[in-house]
């Protein structure tokens, strides 16, 4: 069964931390993927990254690096030098490609709510 | 690219009537849309998947004669929640892929928040 496990409910930082939001997944496929949404308080989902399961290669855009590690079945999220924006609801989410290579459905941690104070 | 737009943005209705919430992909064909339910403080619940052209696909324990999926167009689909009781009142956010086989990133609608007196 998939299940994507967000342990960290609430999270406050004081601005210019370091922050990393986790991120537990499981899955019987070997060929999955991995994505984060923020969603700030306006609500709208804002996608920020998408990993397959055969690319383990860390990445970094700007403030933001996503760590993968099959080993731990973890796809966590580092924001650097935490700006106020960054307030907001953080998603993992995870897709199984199904039989015959359709999609497979979002299943969606219970997110975190990031607060990063001035 | 690949923006989803939804309206309205809010609604509030009284109990009984029905509300239509539109969904649409501005710059790109969708061929799938899909649409969640989220309560306050809590994670995206999928509710029903859509194809262009075919009938969409309920999660289990979702009631389709109570919320009407049409994806007429490539671009359009809609949710219709029908005889709208308070219990009903919820954030609906759409999402939009479109590439059918394979798992493509969806973009998600700003949602629409449904508030029923």
């Known amino acids: 069964a998939q299940k994507v496990t967000q342990a960290q409910t609430e999270i406050s930082v004081v601005e210019k931390e370091d922050v990393t939001l986790d991120c537990v997944y499981e899955?019987?496929?070997?060929?999955?993927?991995l994505f984060w949404y923020k969603q700030p308080p306006s609500g709208e989902l804002v996608f920020l990254i998408r990993?397959?399961?055969?690319?383990?290669q860390n990445e970094i855009s700007g403030r933001y690096s996503w760590n993968f590690q099959k080993s731990t079945s973890s796809f966590n999220f580092t924001i650097t030098a935490s700006q106020v924006v960054d307030s907001a609801v953080y998603f993992c989410?995870?897709?199984?490609?199904?039989?015959?290579?359709?999609?497979?459905?979002?299943?969606f941690g219970k997110g975190t709510k990031l607060s990063v104070k001035p | 690219g690949a923006v989803v737009s939804q309206h309205p943005s809010r609604v509030i209705c009284k109990s009984g009537t029905s509300v239509k919430i539109e969904c649409r992909s501005l710059?790109?064909?969708?061929?799938?849309m899909f649409w969640y339910r989220q309560f306050p403080k809590q994670s995206l619940m999928l509710m029903a998947t859509?194809?262009?052209?075919?009938?969409?696909?309920?999660e289990q324990g979702v009631e389709k004669d109570k919320f009407l999926i049409n994806h007429a167009s490539l671009t359009l689909s809609t949710l219709t929640v029908t005889s709208a009781h308070p219990e009903d009142s919820s954030f609906y956010i759409c999402?939009?892929?479109?590439?059918?086989?394979?798992?493509?990133?969806?973009?998600f609608g700003p949602g629409t928040r449904l508030t029923v007196l």
């Open positions: 999402s939009a892929t479109y590439s059918p086989t394979s798992t493509d990133t969806q973009y």
């Open positions: 899955t019987r496929d070997t060929t999955y993927y």
């Open positions: 990993r397959n399961s055969f690319d383990e």
């Open positions: 989410a995870l897709s199984e490609e199904e039989d015959g290579g359709s999609q497979g459905n979002l299943i």
């Open positions: 710059d790109f064909q969708a061929t799938t």
């Open positions: 859509s194809n262009e052209g075919s009938k969409a696909t309920y």
